[in-house]
């Protein structure tokens, strides 16, 4: 097994850009239709460019076809499971620093392992408060936006 890691604890360079857009792209992968169009509105009226999907085939598809910086992702869907989906980010390289957020019903400690075993950045059970979700995007968001060297 290859396993990858994500290095945040270095140096940080965390300039503030100037002129700089939040033009990230987010894929939403909910089958909800009520739960994505919230999440989808809150994320654009923060600035984020978001493309929605309500199965996992779509997802699947869409991931094929385009690079996003966060996916948002449910477990439980129609096609093709979150899990697989979140597996299939982590085993492309191309998507290796795309952040995984995990929305998602199931509470039990045995599906938050496995998602986070899997590469799932974060876990956010349902349900949520829109405005501290949102505020947990722009937190990761963020780690997009700092430079890190490692110093030897």
């Known amino acids: 097994m290859i396993v990858k890691l994500k290095v945040w604890i270095v140096s940080i360079n965390n ?9 990230k792209k987010i894929l ?3 089958d909800d239709r009520a739960i994505n169009e919230l999440i989808s509105y809150n994320l654009v009226k923060s600035g984020f460019k978001v493309t929605s ?3 996992g085939i779509d997802a699947k598809e869409t991931l094929r ?3 996003f910086e966060i996916v948002v992702l449910d477990i439980m869907l129609p096609g093709s499971n979150g899990f697989d989906i979140c597996k299939d980010i ?19 400690a045995q599906d938050k ?3 986070h075993i899997l590469g799932a950045d974060c876990y ?6 829109i405005s501290a979700f ?12 700092k430079e890190y060297t490692v110093k030897s």
Do not use: C, W
């Not at 300039?15 to 033009?23: E, I, L, S, V």
């Not at 982590?90 to 039990?108: D, L, M, Q, W």
């Not at 949102?134 to 936006?145: A, H, L």
């Open 15 to 23: 300039t503030p850009k100037k002129h700089m857009q939040n033009n």
């Open 28 to 30: 939403v992968v909910e």
């Open 53 to 55: 999907v309500y199965d």
């Open 65 to 67: 076809s385009e690079r």
């Open 90 to 108: 982590r085993n492309a390289p191309e998507s290796f620093n795309t952040y995984v957020i995990v929305v998602s019903a199931k509470v039990g």
């Open 113 to 115: 392992l496995y998602a």
């Open 124 to 129: 956010i059970t349902k349900p949520f408060g």
């Open 134 to 145: 949102v505020e947990i995007v722009k937190e990761i968001n963020s780690f997009k936006d």
